[in-house]
């Protein structure tokens, strides 16, 4: 993260020099807004939102803007692009600096860029001279962030553009380290970047805060795991999966004793077992056994379900589909669906999970050992390092969705996704759809991505954004992820959920995710994608799991002995 010591001492000559250039307009300071209000956290106020476009009651929805560089775009992240402004929004002081329509325009001038949300040519900020106290005549972080995030990922090498409205502030080789620097700086307004010229004309830095939601509010209070699910008192716990149709009920998954027992979330029964699996699932690895289990769309109509899990290496691991009668896993109906090569005991994945199309996805680890010794992060003509994805709806066996990347381009017809490390634990947002995944790294960084048909997430050429292994690697394009955390933080992440619950509507939207070494969970807001993550609290517990329950509530899923629920205190 920057600090502001950082900033200012890798910036104080730069800007100083950067906002001489442009000879800086001495305005008379607007008059201060009237306090606003913002119902739905997000950053925007309700006058704002209601005269620009926005929905003062969903977070989800923010202004929309629809100048170049971000038209044909869904650059809110609302789920729509290019939206029509309502009438009269254009003359409206959306940035709240006290200026609209014409009297932008004849301060800023066209190459200056009208600094209203609302309208052509418009920038998420305010950076004029004068402001209220915390912002005049010096630049703040909050200047900064909402003048260059839209713009410029900083703190790449080389600087890098063309990439999601974020900052990117993660150590990397050279000068680009943990500040902002003067090559940074350089990189982001030099004429050359083909952007657009945010700096023609009078535009300078020192403006009130800018109200547009570059970093969504973090979710307040103090978060604790204190509930704990009744009876789930085992130690080898990796899977807390909700039985469809039972809102008391789910299933919990016990690795090393290789099996699955029923449980009440409310404690009104005693577990019992659901399916004795040890005949099936082995391995002295740390991380074999029973790994995931998935219920189908229709259970319990269709009375099946599908286990993932090794048989020890060097023996494949097993997707395996099996019917249920009486609440309990009929070993006997056993159909072995896929059979993965797994030449070392460890980076076996994996989930499994149904997507929101009907289709059955398992994620898959590279097979294992330092550094991918095979290769197979790179290669989609395998099923390692990979997001599979298969149709199981038939009474047998699986077809392949035609709509599969590499059903008609070179790469396995089973493969979604690929360079993947160790996707230990993805979920799907239940309102957008969106696939969520959590990739263990190898010594450096951890990371979550949000993962598309076909996308390849650099393992082993990248660990997070840092190169790691550049022989043979090709130009990409690589999926970038959506944070990176380096291993002061921990060092194997547990992908969570977003949340949708109805206790928490100010964590609405935010993904919710682990540590299973540190024991932190963090949340972060999906809906900015300039926004960093938010640590919720710092926990003595080894997180192996999330679960979402029926009512949208986040279990915790851990190796001592408990299920917490995440509470706010």
């Known amino acids: 993260m920057i600090s502001k010591l950082h900033l200012a001492s890798g910036l104080r000559v730069g800007l100083v020099a950067i906002c001489i250039a442009l000879a800086v307009p001495q305005l008379t300071p607007p008059t201060a807004s009237a306090a606003w209000t913002d119902s739905d956290h997000d950053g925007v106020s309700d006058s704002a939102e209601a005269a620009c476009g926005g929905a003062p009651a969903d977070s989800r929805r923010r202004p929309e803007r629809i100048d170049d560089l971000f038209a044909n775009r869904d650059d809110n992240g609302d789920g729509h692009q290019d939206e029509a402004l309502p009438p009269g929004a254009s003359a409206y002081d959306c940035d709240g600096d006290g200026y609209t329509g014409a009297a932008e325009a004849s301060i800023f001038g066209v190459a200056g860029r009208d600094q209203d949300a609302c309208g052509t040519d418009a920038w998420p900020s305010d950076i004029v001279a004068g402001g209220t106290p915390d912002s005049t005549n010096r630049v703040t972080l909050t200047d900064l962030t909402s003048f260059l995030a839209p713009v410029r990922r900083l703190n790449t090498s080389p600087p890098q553009s063309g990439f999601s409205p974020r900052w990117d502030l993660v150590p990397g080789p050279g000068t680009f380290l943990n500040y902002i620097n003067l090559q ?79 449980i009440s979330l409310s404690g009104a029964f005693t577990p019992a077992l659901y399916g004795d699996l040890s005949t099936l699932a082995g391995g002295s690895g740390s991380e074999e056994g029973v790994l995931a289990l998935a219920f189908p769309p229709g259970f319990p109509g269709d009375s099946r379900v599908y286990v993932y899990y090794t048989k020890g290496s060097p023996s494949p691991s097993v997707l395996a589909r099996f019917t249920v009668a009486g609440d309990q896993i009929n070993l006997a109906s056993k159909e072995e669906l896929l059979l993965i090569p797994q030449p070392y005991d460890n980076h076996n994945g994996g989930q499994l999970m149904f997507g929101p199309d009907g289709d059955l996805y398992l994620s898959l680890g590279d097979g294992g050992g330092a550094g991918d010794p095979l290769e197979t992060g790179q290669d989609n003509t395998d099923l390692l390092g990979s997001v599979l994805r298969i149709d199981v709806s038939g009474a047998t066996g699986y077809t392949v969705p035609p709509d599969n990347p590499f059903v008609s381009a070179p790469g396995a017809d089973e493969v979604w996704a690929y360079g993947l490390r160790n996707p230990w634990r993805y979920s799907f947002d239940r309102e957008t759809g969106e696939l969520w995944l959590a990739d263990v790294g190898q010594a450096a960084w951890e990371e979550v991505d949000k993962v598309i048909s076909g996308g390849n997430y650099g393992w082993d050429c990248y660990e997070g954004n840092a190169s790691y292994e550049p022989a043979g690697c090709g130009p990409g394009p690589y999926q970038w992820p959506r944070l990176v955390y380096d291993h002061s933080l921990g060092c194997a992440i547990t992908g969570g959920y977003v949340y949708h619950g109805a206790l928490y509507p100010e964590l609405a939207g935010w993904y919710v995710y682990g540590d299973y070494c540190s024991g932190r969970i963090w949340a972060v ?43 706010r205190s």
């Open 184 to 262: 940074d700086m350089t990189a982001t307004l030099a004429a050359d970047t083909g952007l657009p010229p945010m700096l023609g004309g009078a535009r300078a830095f020192n403006g009130r805060p800018c109200p547009w939601p570059l970093a969504g509010p973090a979710p307040a209070g103090q978060w604790v795991l204190s509930t704990t699910i009744p009876n789930a008192t085992y130690n080898d716990m990796v899977g807390l999966v909700p039985i469809p149709g039972r809102p008391d009920e789910a299933v919990v998954l016990r690795q090393k004793a290789e099996a699955v027992y029923r």
């Open 525 to 567: 807001n999906l809906a900015d994608s300039s926004s960093a993550p938010v640590l919720l609290l710092d926990s003595p517990y080894s997180i192996t799991s999330f679960a979402q329950l029926p009512s949208g509530e986040i279990a915790v899923v851990t190796f001592n002995n408990a299920i917490y629920l995440l509470n």
